[in-house]
Each structure stands twice: as structure tokens, then as C-alpha cells.
């Protein structure tokens, strides 16, 4: 290696000391100051473009450096120094290298029309330089692409070997214009000439796509996969037909065929997470989403993932995936409010107050965001501030039926202001009268008030087995049973509310005594 890069220094000094006529010592500097300049082109070095241009100004009159430098600045996007060198092109000698770097300057400058004549010529003076052709072919692709493919016609003439991927080219050109039909026409000449052309299977499948016909996509694909080229794209797209057709096994081995592929891979991951989801392994629909390429990014995803941990009973980890994407997306509306519920759901009450102080200062038409602040702020025994906060929803929301039902509640629970509470919860059970947390809410004012046949008649109204599996519903309809004298009954609901509720614990421990 070291003596083919000392063989190619030599031959360009050669070039360059034919024109300056150097000392030895003034050579062996500009040999030293090139070498320098090429190690730093290789290792990307910044100071590339001023180590060229060091040694140019030793040799100005090289068409060589000219050249080099005016790449180099192209490449860096200075396209101000590249107009210092392009008169390369004035010089003796001008090659198909020298016109295809002059035809790319032109181009980068906006010249297309220029470009293209640059092009032609660095092709005529090198007709069979494939790269040569492919990079000519990438200009008319953007400028001209009627004449894209021309060239790509005579290419496949020229060079049989070549035709299938020449017309698959031609093809891709026709989709990008969105002619399909003279694209398919130009995928069918392709694989007419190589059947495992993998362009061709491409861009009918994509043709197939765009038209809806998606079971002669899934051919394409399929004959893509028996030919050894599947990848992750391919497989999600094919899996994504199987749901189509409702095969969710056969969806799901592609899916996977995708993730293994790629294990982050956005579709399969989104799609393998809503079938786990469907079959109850939220476990497996946690690290799909996780492993997804996009999910430090997006923000639903974070939401999907605790609302799997939600059904897990995992309600710990569930706020802290919340409190993590409240971090990363600190303006996001829904992260927000439920990270607020998550931390109401563990008892976090103080937290879950800052929280949606914060969302209804940024967000003030929030109804429900007020609402819930609201609820946080009576667990904390705020009542003042709740109070506030319930006057806002009603504002935003007359007839807000939670609302009246949550202000009803607490002064109930408090035993104050009950003429005020029965005014609410008439309001709350006329908009939603079959709703069992306002019906306890009626209950519990009638206990309050004295009523305790009333509240125990309404709550027996609710279905045995709510009122079972509800230790707050019983605790209420133990209590008016116990306040009526009915000392046996009540025990029997008290039992099944003492675990939930300290209160109930104690009026069983009570009623125990006095057995």
C-alpha cells in the first residue's frame, strides 16, 4: 500500500513540476504539504480544504489541485471557493474527470442546462465508465427525466446484461412522476430480461400499493422473500396484507420475521404490541413498544406502555413510565393529565396537585384537567382551593355532573353545607341518573341529614354485587344499617369494607364490642 500512494505522489508531482519547474527543496515540501492534504481528505480532517488549497498556491497552474479543491469545496458546501478554481475547465487536456467535476459544480450551482452538456461531454470521452454514466444518470433523473430514460434505453441496447436493471431504473423514474402504467411497463421489461431483478419487484409492489391491490403486492413481495431478499420493510408490508385478510397468525410470523430482521422496527413493533394486547400478554406488548426504533420520541407510545402496566396491576411502574415521558415531553397535554391520574391512582396526592396546577396554568380551558385537580386537592383536604377549582369547571361547564357530584361528596363527608350538597347531587343525578357514584353521593347525604332508612333503601338499590366488590359502597350501607339498629346486617357489610377502609375497620371493631 505504502509504495502505491508513493507511485501516485510521484506521478502528480510530475504533472506539477512540469509546470512550476521546482527546486529539490521547494519539490520535497510540496510532496510533504500534499501528503498532508491527502491523510486529512482521508480522515475527513476539517482543515482539508485550507491543507489543498496550501498546496495549490505552490503550483497554481495545476489543473490537477484545481480540480481536487474545487470537489473538496463542493462536498463542504462553500461554494464560494469552489468559483475560485472552476477555471480548470479553461486549461489544456480537459478529460471526462475533469467534465464530470465541472458538470457537478454546475449543477450544485443551478445550472442544469449547463451541467448536462458538462456531463454529455465527460460521457462521450468515457462511454463505458459505468459510475460515470450512473452519476450522468442521476442529473437527467432530476432535470430531464424523459431523457433519463432515453439514455437508459440505449444502455440496456449497449449492454445486455445490464437491460433488466437499466428498464427497472426507467421504471423507478416513471413511478416517481407517478405514471404507473408506464412504470409497470418498464418493471415488466426488466424482470422479462431478470426475473430476480429486485428494483423491478419492488416498485410493482409499490405500483400494487398505491393502487389497492394489495394480494398482487403480497405476489411481489413473496417472490421477493423466495429470492433471499427479505428485510424488515418487506415482511411488515406483507404482514400488514395478512391483517388485511384477517390471518393474524400469518401477520404475526411476518411481523416477527420483521423484528428479527430488525428488532427495532417501527410497524412490527406497533402491530406485534396491539396483537399481544389482544391476546392478554401485555408483558410482550411492553417491550414491543420499548424496543421500537421511535419510542424515546413518541409520546403515545409511552402512554401505551402504561396503560399496559396499568393491567398488569403494576401501578407503580405505570407512574414512573409517566413521570419519565412528563420529563421528555414537558409541553404534551395527555402525558400530563394522565401522569396527574397515575399519581392519584398510588396515593400521590401532593405530586399530582403540582402536576395539574402546572396543566391548568398552561392549559386553562382544560375541563377535566380542572376536575381532577380538584379531586387531588380534596384528598389533600384543601377544601378551599377545591372548591375553587370545581367553581372553574362549573364555569367552563355548567351542567358538569362529575363536578357537582365530587363538590356534593366532600361537603357530605365533611357533614356541612348539606342543603348546598343536595342541591348539587339533584343537579349531577338529573343529567346521569343511573350513575352508582352519584346514587352513594344521594346516600350519603340522607345518612348525614339522619335519613338512615332513605340512604340504606337507595344503596340496596345498586346491584349485590357492585356493592360487594365496592369497599366504599358497603362501608356506607353498613354504616346507615348500624345507625338504624340493624347492628347484625351491618357487620356483615362492614366485613367486606374493613380491608379497604380504615373507617369501616373501625365501626366493625365497634359493633364487635357491643355483640
Known sequence: MKKRIILGIVLLCGQISLAAQLQPIEEKKLLKDFLQAIYAQRNQDPHTLAYLQQVSAQVPDSKYLKRIILLQALAENKIEVADQYANFIEQEDVDADDWQAYGTYLWKKGKIAEAEQAYQKAVDLDPDNMERLYAYLM????????????????????????????????????????????????????????????????????????????????????????????????????????????????????????????????????????????????????????????????????????????????????????????????????????????????????????VYRKLVEFRPEYTEAWLQYAYSLESLKKYQAMETALRQVLTLQPNHAPALNLWAYSLAQRGIRLEEAQEYISRALAIQPQDIAFIDTQAWIYYKQGKWAQAADLLRSIPVQTLEQNPELAYHLGAALAAQGNKEQALIWLEKAKQGLPEAQKLYRKLQKQR
Do not use: C
Open 139 to 354: 442529473l437527467l433523473s432530476a432535470a430531464s427525466p424523459l431523457r433519463a430514460v432515453a439514455l437508459l434505453e440505449d444502455l440496456a441496447a449497449k449492454y445486455p446484461h445490464l437491460a433488466g436493471a437499466a428498464y427497472a431504473q426507467a421504471g423507478t423514474l416513471f413511478l416517481r412522476q407517478r405514471n404507473l402504467a408506464q412504470a409497470q411497463t418498464y418493471f415488466d421489461r426488466a424482470l422479462q430480461h431478470n426475473p430476480d431483478e429486485i428494483s423491478a419487484r419492488l416498485g410493482k409492489a409499490e405500483i400494487y400499493e398505491r393502487q389497492s391491490q394489495f394480494f398482487l403486492m403480497l405476489h411481489e413481495l413473496e417472490e421477493l422473500e423466495r429470492m433471499g431478499f427479505g428485510d424488515a420493510s418487506t415482511y411488515s408490508r406483507m404482514a400488514s396484507v395478512f391483517l388485511l385478510g384477517k390471518d393474524m397468525e400469518k401477520a404475526k410470523q411476518y411481523f416477527l420475521k420483521a423484528k428479527t430482521d430488525k428488532n427495532d422496527d417501527i410497524p412490527s413493533a406497533y402491530f406485534l404490541a396491539l396483537l399481544a394486547e389482544q391476546e392478554g400478554d401485555f408483558e410482550s406488548a411492553i417491550h414491543y413498544l420499548q424496543e421500537a426504533a421511535d419510542y424515546r420520541q413518541d409520546a403515545p407510545k409511552w402512554l401505551q406502555v402504561s396503560f399496559y402496566q396499568q393491567k398488569l396491576n403494576r401501578f407503580e411502574d405505570s407512574a414512573k413510565t409517566l413521570e419519565q415521558a412528563y420529563k421528555a415531553f414537558p409541553d404534551n397535554v395527555e402525558i400530563a393529565f394522565f401522569y396527574g391520574l397515575a399519581l392519584q391512582q398510588i396515593q400521590d396526592y401532593k405530586k399530582a396537585v403540582q
